[in-house]
């Protein structure tokens, strides 16, 4: 950081260091602003450059000319942008001496030094001037005409410059002063110019045209007296007068090459000061004392020294020249010097940062080495906590995890003593009820208290099973107003002692959905147990079942006039563990949570709403197009599977060949396979009376079903050696039980233990605590589908191969059997001893195996598979009947019609007849 801030400055330092890299700053600079009157002429313009070459003697001067080309308010202008810019010296040279003062002045009150040349102002108010003694040129021209003397009476015309300048006055005053002493001299004529020639000519003419008697003509510059001359020679009268001018400049068309010419007799030097002036406005910047006027010498140029003034202003030229070339020399040197000495402080100043970057490069590689080392640290200690957290993590996860189950196994082993509980009433409520006794009050406390235990056990293990997504949807078509009547029934009892009105409606009886009735009847019972928790004695809860015939769906409301729900807490009412503020009985919080999940695994809809009581809406999609395949199963009419309720006067049907079947001597066994004593022995002790009931504990449970083949097996899951389920499928895979109906009973009421249920090949799964009633007539059920079967085949010996009534198993067992005896039918000496070794198995197994899957010994069996046989030959063939009696293996015509009258109660002729 701190390192980063010095490269910051010398960053910023180099890059000033750059923008410094100029030629000079405009601190150092003098500014110079000229006013110059006109720039026309030759004289002017020899002003301008050599102003222009001292200027460039020093390279901090900024010189600005500005031309008024003889307009005055035109300079007044330009002199007060020069005022205004603030320029350090102002050199002014006035058009005219009088409309030029205030300005000047305003220049001066604004702390601006003026230095005037040439031409000066009215009042002389100024810093200095710099000019030659105009009086003095005047008095050299007069002079020149007096020495020269040729005539006794001169006569002079003198040519005047612009009316308004001070040149023009004071060489007017001049010459006069020198003129006036002689008196053979006078001066015949004033004409008015302007300083150019075309503005006299007219003029000269008209009075030479009236008088051409004139010697002299003294013209205030050369100009002018070149224009005079002009005009005489048009005349013809340049010879007889001579012309004396001012300015005296080198060069073609310069006053000096007009005297070598002749035009000119003389000239008088007026130096234009250029070059002095911007020394004399150093020396006023520079504070150097500076006298107010400062006078430029002047001299008379004629024939004599014309050509020496020539040579020396050609050599001043040339030195000019000379000065020029060297300062472009030296200028362009100082270019160069100042690129190459920008380009080496641009160098320095890359090769300083560089150095920098270099030095930070350093810098950094060890501070980011350090950082690297510190980091890896930090890294370190970060692992080894993160190690620690997930050691924890873990710890607290299988801690959780072994909690979870203890509590899930505490649960399901509440079951089983539930179980007993529960079905010790349910018969102690059907012995009191015969008996008439008063006990039946408290069995039937004990019994709704056991199921209220019951479903709350469910509830906490239910609760589990959403967390963790366990749950399948088996729904099935179900009446809702008998579904909804059975639960009402449930609740009847307390309604009627508390004397709360409490009534199913409907708008259609008819309406069938697609429900998993385990699942909706917790959703029904944690519904309608809120609402009787809530709703106080003399109150009312109502069920409405509403068919929406417009739409696709159907509403079930539960509607109760209790305490409600206050509103601001509506919203949570279905978070797990939610308990309203105005509830102060026990409750855990889940029922309502619970609910909701159940009716989403419907892919419904829950709404509750609280005023003056509260109402619960179920919304269901009519038809099953909403659930997968897997989750749509067939279950039967719900008057058949009512559940058992010790108020109601349910009395199951039984089928009539069980009751045949329970009379009989030979009654059907039952195995049951259970480790908890207590519950086998009940169950023994309830079956016992309908049930031959041979009793294991686990560990001999396939042995004693191999050694017994029992009608069917009851079989529980948890068991100390094999799980119910491998049990199950051992007994499945044998040829010897796998016609034996198994049902699983278990308290694991998950997907899991379900489909390995149904894997296992058990026939049917019922889960802990059962009813009693429940499991009685499933068995019955199971006992009574084998019997319909044992019926089918044993007036169906001779079509067997064309049913699929049997599992896999069991089809092949018939078909190999038939197809044995159908082998042997011809065959007398074929005995049950033959056909058993046939089929790999005992020979007592295979009497109770037919006996179980047909219901007949396996001598009958064989019989009557003949006689079937016998009775089709007798049918369709026209074969006699001692024929057919040896063709299916009877030892005579007469043992046959025996059995044949004995099985079908008419002899073959008999029943030939008939046909
Ligand atoms: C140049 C000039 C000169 C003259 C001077 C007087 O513009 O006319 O010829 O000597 O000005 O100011």
């Excluded at 009150?109 to 002389?124: C, F, H, M, S």
């Excluded at 009989?664 to 002790?685: A, P, Q, T």
């Excluded at 026939?763 to 499933?778: E, G, H, N, R, V």
Aim: net charge negative.
């Amino acid at each position: 950081m701190k390192c980063n801030r010095t490269l910051f400055v010398v960053t910023v330092m180099v890059l000033c260091f750059l923008f410094s890299c100029k030629k000079g700053s405009n601190e150092d600079q003098i500014r110079i602003g000229f006013s110059q009157a006109m720039t026309k002429d030759d004289w002017r313009r020899s002003m301008n450059n050599s102003m222009q070459l001292q200027a460039s003697l020093y390279p901090n001067i900024v010189l600005t000319i500005q031309d008024a080309n003889y307009e005055i308010q035109k300079q007044i202008d330009q002199i007060e942008v020069f005022i205004a810019d603030s320029v350090d010296i102002l050199i002014v040279s006035p058009i005219q001496s009088k409309p030029i003062t205030p300005v000047v002045q305003k220049a001066l009150d604004a702390g601006i030094p003026v230095l005037v040349v040439d031409r000066k102002t009215e009042n002389q108010n100024y810093t200095a001037y710099l000019g030659a003694d105009n009086i003095e040129v005047g008095r050299n021209a007069a002079k020149e005409i007096i020495a020269s003397k040729a005539q006794d009476r001169v006569r002079i015309v003198e040519i005047q410059g612009m009316a308004g300048s001070s040149p023009a006055e004071e060489r007017t005053i001049g010459f006069r002063q020198v003129i006036d002493q002689y008196d053979n001299v006078s001066i015949v004529s004033q004409i008015q110019g302007d300083w150019e020639k075309e503005s006299i000519q007219d003029k000269f003419r008209a009075f030479l045209q009236q008088d051409g008697n004139v010697d002299y003509v003294f013209a205030h510059n050369d100009r002018m007296a070149k224009g005079a001359w002009e005009v005489a020679r048009e005349l013809g009268l340049e010879k007889k007068m001579s012309f004396i001018g001012v300015d005296g400049l080198n060069g073609p068309n310069g006053g000096i090459q007009m005297v070598e010419d002749g035009i000119l007799e003389a000239t008088v030097l007026y130096p234009t000061g250029g070059d002095e002036a911007i020394k004399f406005a150093l020396g006023i910047l520079n504070n150097e004392p500076v006298s107010k006027n400062n006078i430029l010498s002047t001299t008379v140029i004629n024939e004599v020294n014309a050509d020496i003034m020539k040579n020396q202003f050609d050599k001043i030229n040339e030195q000019r020249t000379a000065i020029e070339t060297q300062l472009t020399a030296i200028h362009q040197q100082r270019e160069l010097y100042y690129a190459q000495n920008n380009l080496l402080k641009i160098t320095m100043a890359l090769l300083a940062i560089i150095l920098s970057l270099a030095i930070y490069s350093v810098y950094s590689i060890f501070a980011i080495q350090k950082k690297n080392r510190q980091l890896e640290l930090t890294n370190k200690k970060i692992t080894v906590q993160r190690n620690q957290i997930e050691k924890i993590a873990a710890e607290v996860k299988e801690s959780n995890e072994a909690k979870l189950n203890f509590f899930t196994g505490l649960s399901h082993e509440f079951k089983t003593p539930l179980t007993l509980i529960m079905s010790s009433v349910e018969s102690m409520g059907d012995n009191t009820r015969e008996s008439g006794s008063k006990m039946m009050n408290e069995v039937e406390l004990i019994h709704n208290n056991s199921n209220r235990l019951l479903r709350l056990i469910n509830n906490l293990l239910d609760f589990r099973r959403v967390e963790d997504k366990n749950f399948n949807i088996r729904a099935s078509k179900t009446n809702m107003y008998n579904f909804s009547k059975n639960i009402h029934n449930d609740f009847a009892r307390e309604a009627k002692k508390r004397n709360i009105e409490f009534n199913v409606h409907t708008n259609n009886e008819f309406l069938e959905l697609f429900i998993d009735r385990n699942l909706m009847d917790k959703v029904y019972f944690n519904l309608l147990s809120n609402a009787f928790k809530f709703t106080p004695d003399n109150g009312k809860i109502e069920i409405y079942i509403v068919d929406n015939t417009e739409g696709n769906d159907a509403e079930i409301h539960i509607k109760d006039n209790g305490i409600g729900i206050p509103a601001k807490e509506i919203d949570k009412v279905f978070e797990p563990f939610f308990k309203g503020s105005n509830n102060r009985k026990n409750s855990s919080g889940i029922g309502l949570h619970l609910s909701k999940q159940f009716v989403q695994l419907h892919l419904g809809e829950i709404k509750v709403t609280s005023f003056k009581g509260t109402e619960f809406i179920i919304k269901l999609f009519k038809g099953k197009t909403h659930f997968n395949e897997d989750q749509v199963i067939n279950e039967p009419e719900l008057d058949d599977t009512q559940l058992m309720d010790l108020s109601s006067e349910i009395v199951l049907e039984e089928p009539f060949f069980i009751e045949k079947a329970a009379s009989e001597v030979d009654r059907f066994s039952i195995l049951i396979i259970e480790d908890n004593r207590d519950l086998s022995f009940f169950l023994k002790s309830k079956l016992q009376s309908e049930y031959e009931i041979i009793l294991s504990d686990g560990t001999d449970a396939t042995e004693r079903a191999f050694e017994t083949i029992p009608d069917l097996i009851l079989c529980d899951v948890n068991l100390p050696d094999k799980s119910g389920f491998e049990i199950c499928e051992q007994l499945k895979k044998d040829l010897r039980t796998s016609h034996i109906p198994v049902v699983i009973l278990t308290a694991l009421e998950n997907k899991e233990s379900y489909l390995k249920g149904l894997q296992s090949g058990a026939d049917l799964y019922l889960t802990k605590p059962f009813s009693f009633s429940i499991l009685i007539q499933s068995l019955k059920s199971l006992l009574y589908n084998r019997e319909r079967l044992r019926f089918y085949f044993t007036n169906n010996i001779y079509k067997i191969e064309q049913t699929d009534s049997f599992g896999n198993l069991e089809q092949q067992f018939v078909n190999k059997l038939n197809a044995l005896v159908k082998e042997n039918l011809n065959n007398d000496d074929f005995s049950v001893e033959n056909l058993a070794e046939s089929l790999n198995i005992s020979r007592v197994q295979l009497y109770r195996k037919v006996k179980a899957m047909m219901g007949i010994s396996v001598s009958d069996y064989i019989s009557n598979f003949r006689l079937e046989k016998a009775k089709a030959m007798l049918e369709n063939t026209s074969l006699s009947i001692s024929e057919i009696a040896y063709a299916n293996g009877f030892s005579s015509p007469n043992y046959f019609s025996t059995s044949f009258k004995n099985r079908f109660g008419t002899s073959p002729v008999t029943y030939r007849k008939t046909l």
